[in-house]
Every structure is written in structure tokens, then in C-alpha cells.
């Protein structure tokens, strides 16, 4: 077991589940309210990376962050590093990989908000600001939450992408799933098995929680339903 | 009575004094047929005190409202509260909902129910300090009678209460007009004139313009000093309660008024010296002997009859004042709440409301012969 792969995983699933929190609560909202024609657009961009091979998207955001495309060159301008084989590159391809996995459910729980509520929060005077925040979000939070563990569950058995931008550097990119892989290859079966193991008891014990939550909001452990 | 406004198709007074001044051109989508539209096309002020918005489903009352909340955009007119220009086409003013001060009361109320009611009362009172804050709820509290509920939730308190709740929430802000729409319809008769008399109360000191929405006619009797009729789009009657429901000249008014019985006829002769007419009920040969109104002959008119209004008779009654004594046979006797409804066919079919008691003492029951009496002035003409 590879306690530096275990722990590199970690962090990025956390790391990407917080920054897909601060993406996906403003876009979860705009897209439960906005009114927008080519909103479905958005929609479709959002929910494109579920449909995509992940070798694909990781190919594509490899040629993105590459020292020759703008985006890698201006990184390079600014860090004089490069974002392809690093964690943070990996990060970035994390996050556009799990996006639909936090928003969809996000704006999901924010359009089920009745509207109502929110026309009498603007009536009693409150800025677009302050009704996101003492109504949206509260009566959204079942929603966030299962953004949250979504995004999160998702990055840590993530693999294509992984490979494509990040490589398989130990300490750097090399996660979980790709050291399993490695021992695959080098016929070390125990240590896989035992990883594969402990990765197959985090993601259900993590679901297990989340349905248990939301089974629990359901009968009334949250107060107001 | 120091009214304003009583523009129905012509100009409106030129007004600027307190009170809300509404001019809206909408195009809306008929609720019959959604590819069809109709204009709303209103005009008309408030002052304070309780005016009603009343019209059958679909005439555009909500989306009246929505208008001066803000929550809609009028395709053109002003809308204007205590002399600030709401919205303006002309202008180019469109106010955001959160800046008009405009309280709303929604038909489902919108209480927010992850909030106890000490917060959603408060909910509008960011901007306020925080001993302010607290002296207003506990004021309005005890105006509307909910202090002692202020830490349950919505979900754990009653529906007469949760409208006590809304009232007080949005009351509690200071509003330039309250609008509500029908949001008592799910109450008993007793919750709801109690509530009613507390927002009097409340109005008396603060004077503020109220628009009251509503299909239910007992609502219009029980709470309107004023009453404005909204018929597809149009404000069609405008005045005291009884002066529009009880000679409604409308069709409409007619069956928002309870009218059962609606009949078109054909004038026959009038008698100006009398101030009447006789008409007979078009496809039969009952005569109607009804109030002079000026028609054209030609045209068949519409008379409508309440069901109440019409007195019943198992022998032909003679040296009566009434002049129309019509003799049919009943069809049917229906239960209907306290009252029985009895269908007669005297070559047209009328409705009869009844007392039970009235239908005991006079054996009435289906195919027995009698007679209707009606008062002319009980058969109204409608336009």
C-alpha cells in the first residue's frame, strides 16, 4: 500500500471539491434561475464530461496546458512552470472532470426551490445576494452537499485523466488508481487487491453516508419538511 | 368618499396625491387556449382602505399584481405608489421588486419555512437596527396576534396563523401597498373575518392602500369598501359592493354575483309609462315581465334571475304584487349545504334556492305542479 499515493489522492479530491463548491454554487444557481436562451448551451458544456472518454478530455486540456498553447504559455509567464505533468495541472483537469458531478445535482436542489420564495424574498426588499444565501442555499444544502461528496467520490477513482495530463510521477501525479494500476502491470496483485480494497470501502461508506442523509432530511431530521 | 379614479374606459383623472395609481398594457396568454392572447389593458388608483380586485380565474388579476410588485413587466403604463414612479414606459423606469416597498401577500403565502417565524418576520428588516428590529416584530406580533408562536417553524403552526404570519412579515416593512392575492380562500369563514378585522385594526393607524384579490363573491361583501370587476383583461365595473354585485348589468358580474339563472329573450313590448318590459325567454313561450332598460328590440337580451330570489307556490297565487307568476313542475330537488336547489321547467328550466324547511311544509318533490313568483325588479338585465 502506498501511503504517498493514498495521500496524494486525498488531497486532490479535497482540493477539487472545494474549488468545484466555489464554481458550482454560482453556476448552480444561474442555471436554476437564469431565463437565457442558450442556457441549454451551458447545460450541455456542463454535462458534456459525463458522455466523454476521459482520455479525450485529458488529451484536449493536455494540449490546453501545454508549453505551446496560450494558456500554458501565459501560466509560464507568470510561474515560469508548466501546469502538464504537475499536481496542479492535475487540478485543473480534476475540476473540469468532476464539474457536472457538482453542479448538475446543485442546480438541481436550487431549482426545486419554489419561486414563490424567492418573490417574496425580493418583495421584503433582499438583494439577489442576500435571498441566494438566507434561502437558496439553506433549502439547497441536501443538494450541495451531495455536489460535494459527488465531486469528491468521482476525483478519487478518477484515471484517464489523470494519465494524460499528470503522468505517473510518485509524490506528484501519481494517484491511487494509478498506482493500483502499476502494481497490475508488475503482477503484484496482493497490493492492488488491498487498495483497490480500501478504495472500494471509502466510496461506499461516503455514499452510504450521503443516501443516509438525505433519507434522514426526508422524515424530518432537518427540521422543515 | 374622496375615490379616485374611476376610469374604467375612458382617461384617468389626472391624480397625484397618496395612494396607488396603476395604468398597465399587457399582452396575456388566453387561459382557455394558450395560443391565443388577450390584452390587459387597466386603469385605475387607490387610496387607503380595502379595494377588490375581483374576476373569474384567468382575467389577469395576478398578473395585475405581479405588475406593481414588479414581479412582471407591463408591456407599457405607470405604475406609481405615494407619488414614486414605480415603473414608466415613458419615463424608462422599471424599479426593481426589492426597491418598490410594495407588500405582497401570495396565494401560498411563501413563508420561508426553514426560518421560525420570529425570522421570517424579520427577514425584511435587514437594513433596520437591531433593537429596532425587535421592537417592530414584537409590535406587529401582538398586532396580529402570533406572539407566542415566534420560535415554531411554518410547517408547525396552523393555516389561519401562517396567514397571520404573512401579514405580519410583510406589514411589518412599512409598505407603500399591500397586495394580496386571495390568500384567505383555504379559510373558514370565522379565521378569516377574525384575521381581517386585525388587519383593519392595523390599517386605521397606518393607512395604507390595500388590493384584495379574489374569485368568491362572499369575500367581496365581507371585505371590500370598494370593488373593481377585471374581465378578460378589462375593469368592467368599478364601485361599492352592493351597487356592482347586487344590479349587475354584466353577464359576467351576473354569474360572479350568483346569478343561476341566465336566460336570453326577446323583447316583446315595453311600457315606459310603467318602467318596464315584457320579454319571453327565447325557445319557449314564458313571458318575463322585467325593468325598462334601453335595447334595441331587435336583439335578444340577457336577463339574469337568483335562484334565491324566486318564491314558490303549490297553488296559483292570485292579488299578488309580483307580476310574474309562472306555473311549471319541478324536476329535481337537490341538498345543497344548507339550502335545497329545486330545478322547475316552466318551458325553461330555472333554479329555485329553498329552505329545507320551506320544502318540507310544502311536500315539494320531483314532477309536483307549482308556481313561480318573481318580483320584476328581481329579474336584472345584463348588458
Known sequence: ?225 | MGRMGVAVNGALPVNSSAGLHVEIRKRLADPSDSSREFALAAQFSIAAGFTILFGASGAGKTTILDCIAGLQRPDAGQISANEQVLFSSKQGVDVPTRKRQVGYLFQTLALFPHLTVRHNIEYGLAQVGRDERERRSQEIAGSFGISGLLDRRPAAISGGERQRVALARALVTRPKALLLDEPMSALDASTKSRIVDDLRVWNERHAVPVLYVTHQREEVYALGDRVLVLERGRLVADGAPHEVLGRPQLESIAQLAGMENVFECLVRSTRPDQGTMTCVIADSNVPLEVPLYRVDAAHPIKVGIRAGDILVATSQPRELSARNVIAGSILSLRQQDVTVIAEVDCGARFLVRLTPGACRSLALEAGKPIWLVLKTYSCHVLQ
Open chain 1, 1 to 225: 500500500m502506498s501511503v504517498q499515493a493514498l495521500t496524494l489522492t486525498l488531497r486532490l479530491a479535497v482540493l477539487v471539491s472545494l474549488i468545484l463548491m466555489a464554481i458550482g454554487l454560482p453556476m448552480g444557481y444561474w442555471l436554476a434561475i437564469s431565463r437565457r436562451r442558450w442556457k441549454f448551451v451551458i447545460e450541455a458544456i456542463v454535462a458534456l464530461p459525463i458522455v466523454l472518454p476521459p482520455t479525450v478530455l485529458g488529451f484536449y486540456v493536455l494540449v490546453a496546458i501545454g508549453p505551446l498553447s496560450p494558456v500554458g504559455r501565459w501560466y509560464h509567464a507568470i510561474t515560469g512552470g508548466s501546469l502538464a505533468f504537475t499536481f496542479r495541472g492535475l487540478v485543473v483537469g480534476s475540476v473540469l472532470y468532476s464539474l457536472p458531478f457538482a453542479v448538475q445535482p446543485i442546480a438541481a436542489a436550487f431549482s426545486s426551490v419554489d419561486q414563490t420564495l424567492l418573490h417574496a424574498s425580493a418583495t421584503l426588499g433582499a438583494s439577489r445576494w442576500r435571498t441566494f444565501w438566507r434561502i437558496v442555499f439553506p433549502l439547497g444544502i441536501p443538494g450541495v452537499l451531495t455536489g460535494f461528496v459527488l465531486s469528491f467520490a468521482h476525483t478519487l477513482g478518477e484515471f484517464g485523466v489523470v494519465l494524460m495530463i499528470g503522468g505517473n510521477i510518485p509524490g506528484a501525479t501519481q494517484t491511487v488508481s494509478i498506482w493500483i494500476y502499476d502494481q497490475v502491470q508488475s503482477l503484484d496483485y496482493a497490493s492492488a487487491n488491498q487498495m483497490a480494497g480500501l478504495l472500494l470501502l471509502v466510496c461506499f461508506v461516503i455514499l452510504i453516508a450521503l443516501y443516509g442523509l438525505r433519507r434522514n432530511r426526508k422524515w424530518g431530521a432537518w427540521g422543515w419538511q
